[in-house]
């Protein structure tokens, strides 16, 4: 089992930059992802960026340009985004994705507002 321990998120005002950071207890045997998605109310749970063991990345159209993802080290990822919009207000979900599992953490709320 994996559990994750993530910070930062909150209020942020419009225009304005956060940094999400996930670390997770454990590293499973072989390749992974790890990455972000968020839920906003009413929709469905979507990808915001994600990097493999090997170091490519992927982001949502939506972040291109203005996030990027980052590992401090096989245990820890960080999400950095900039130029925010009320848009992007939703909860964040740290994500592991191994060949056989999914795991997420328990969320973080981030809220664009002025």
């Known amino acids: 089992q994996v559990t994750f321990v993530q910070s930062g998120g909150g209020l942020v005002q419009p225009g304005g930059s956060l940094r999400l950071s996930c670390r997770a207890s454990?590293?499973?045997?072989?390749?992974?992802?790890m990455g972000w998605y968020r839920q906003a109310p009413g929709k469905q749970r979507e990808l915001v960026a994600s990097?493999?063991?090997?170091?490519?990345t992927d982001y949502a159209d939506f972040v291109k340009g203005r996030a990027f993802i980052d590992r401090d080290n096989s245990l820890s990822v960080n999400l950095h985004m900039n130029n925010l919009h009320p848009n992007d207000t939703a909860v964040y979900y740290c994500?592991?994705?191994?060949?056989?599992?999914?795991?997420w953490g328990q969320g973080t709320q981030v809220t664009v507002a002025s």
């Open positions: 990097i493999s063991t090997r170091g490519q």
């Open positions: 994500n592991m994705k191994t060949l056989s599992r999914t795991y």
């Open positions: 454990t590293i499973p045997n072989g390749d992974f992802e």
